[in-house]
Structures are given as structure tokens and as C-alpha cells.
């Protein structure tokens, strides 16, 4: 049951969950939205969260494009997300999440995703490799030897997701468009999917930013209580950098807001 999922998740993880939403193409014709000319993100970019659970402090979530490597023969981006619980949070309910996606440098398509996740003793280990060949993946932590088949076309990990959706190039986004991309987590199929609401600007600890604001579309059985009850706010501008969620969800209410980043591509726009 995905509610009981979500009701066993850390905050920190939440994090990592509701960060990738912005994902996809446009639902009505798949050939909108493509990747821009060129990545908004380089080795060395970081970007650090604080992480709000109701009004307590609740942990520090961190995203940093580490290096690029070899897996399997391709060159790959290696990103690392981590998260630790903080203050009274982590004496009720210590947590450390690390998740890691490898992203073949062109196509920006998973080869390998790992979870490392430690939320008061309930532990989630998984080791992924994708297989786009023979469209199959493949978890070392659970069976080495069996295979998730049949996978949809440009399936992302959870963590993937969210610099595949930076990539994209969202320029010429209407009001209501949805966006969506099929995520493989845990073993199963997710179709992330969020709608464009409108261009809004978001004051930050560095100044105002003009963000870019979308809702998820609600599907029975996730972790939003209904529609208008998680928001995200995304830069606009080439960098498509998540700069704010704010969500009510069945276990509770839950804001991240940008705290600090170094190493962009492009430097922020700030609006008076």
C-alpha cells in the first residue's frame, strides 16, 4: 500500500521524493518538451535544503553532481543526494539518507541507482542497474540474478528524474500543461506527473527569484491528501533549480527551501 509506504518515510526522504516531480513531456504530445542545447547542471554544483516538519527543524537534505565515471562501458554523471534528521528530530526519529543515480552523459538515462536509507532503524538498501538494451533492471540488493522486464521507454530512478526534468526546456509551458515521467522505485512503476500553474517570484535567503509553480496531479493512493496541497516552485531560467516545496501530506506538513548552492552553471537571476 503506497500510504503505507509514505507513513514509514523520513522527512529527509520525502525530501528526495517530491523534489524530482517536475519531470517528463507534455501528456498530449511527446515531442513538446525536449532537453535544452546545453546541461544546466556541471561537476561540482551543490545545493543544500533545509527541511521543515510543521514548524520544527527537521534535517538538511544535499544534491551535488559528484563526477563523471565509467559504468558499463558509458560515461556517466554521478550524482550523490544525502540527508540527515536534525535537533529533537533526530533524537525521536534519527534518520541518514543517501541515494546516488549514474546518468549516461548524453541521454541523461539511469544506468545504476543506489538507496541507502537508515530511518530509526527501518532500512531500505537497493542497487539498480538498468539494462536499456534488453529493457530489463536489475536489483543486487534484493536478487542478483532476478530481472525487472518490460520496462516503459525512458524509465528514471527516483533521484534521475529530477536532473533529467532540469534538462529539459520548459520555455514555452502553458498554463494547465501536465508533465510526467514514468520512475522505477521500489520495484514498481510511478508516473510522476505534475501540472503548470504559473510564473511566480519566490523570495529566497539570496533575494527574489521568478520561479516557475506546478502542482502534482493527484493519483489514489499517494502520499498528497488532494490536489492543491503540494506546491513546488522551480527556477525560471536555464538552471531549473527547485527553490521551494511546500506540502501537505497524510503525515503531515512539510516545507524545503533552498539554504545554499555553489557551482552553477549559469549564476542566479534575482528580481527586485
Known amino acids: ?63 551535488k553532481v559528484q563526477e563523471i565515471v565509467k559504468v558499463g562501458g558509458k560515461s556517466a554523471y554521478h550524482m550523490v543526494g544525502t540527508g540527515q534528521s536534525t535537533g529533537v528530530v533526530d533524537w525521536v526519529f534519527p534518520t541518514t539518507d543517501r541515494y ?62 529530477f536532473y533529467f526534468a532540469r534538462a529539459l526546456d520548459v520555455s514555452a509551458i502553458k498554463e494547465g500543461d501536465v508533465i510526467h515521467i514514468p520512475v522505477f522505485l521500489d520495484h514498481e512503476i510511478f508516473p510522476f506527473k505534475i501540472k503548470f500553474v504559473k510564473r511566480e517570484a519566490i523570495k529566497t535567503d539570496y533575494g527574489k ?29 536555464s538552471n531549473h533549480v527547485p527553490i521551494r516545496i511546500q506540502s501537505e501530506l497524510l503525515v503531515g506538513s512539510i516545507k524545503i527551501d533552498l539554504k545554499e548552492y555553489k557551482g552553477l552553471v549559469n549564476p542566479f537571476t534575482f528580481v527586485k
Not at 105 to 128: S, W
Not at 152 to 158: K, Y
Not at 213 to 235: A, C, H, N, T
Open 1 to 63: 500500500d503506497n500510504i503505507m509506504k509514505a507513513s514509514k518515510l523520513s522527512i529527509i526522504s520525502l525530501a528526495f521524493l517530491v523534489l524530482p516531480s517536475m519531470a517528463g513531456v507534455r501528456e498530449s504530445d511527446s515531442s513538446v518538451f525536449k532537453m535544452q542545447d546545453a546541461k544546466p547542471f556541471k561537476v561540482g554544483e551543490e545545493i543544500t535544503y533545509r527541511v521543515h516538519y510543521g514548524l520544527v527543524n527537521a534535517g538538511e537534505a544535499k544534491i
Open 100 to 161: 546516488e543515480t549514474y546518468m549516461e552523459q548524453n541521454t541523461l538515462l539511469p544506468v545504476r541507482f543506489v538507496r541507502d536509507v537508515n530511518e530509526n532503524g527501518y532500512i531500505i538498501k537497493r542497487d539498480i542497474y538498468f539494462n536499456r538494451e534488453k529493457n530489463y533492471a536489475k536489483d543486487l540488493q534484493f536478487h542478483k540474478d532476478f530481472k525487472f522486464a518490460k520496462l516503459p521507454v525512458g524509465v528514471h530512478d527516483i533521484f534521475s528524474a
Open 209 to 237: 527569484i521568478m520561479c516557475l509553480k506546478f502542482v502534482p496531479v493527484v493519483q489514489e493512493g499517494r502520499v498528497f491528501k488532494d490536489e492543491d496541497d503540494m506546491y513546488l516552485w522551480i527556477s525560471d531560467d
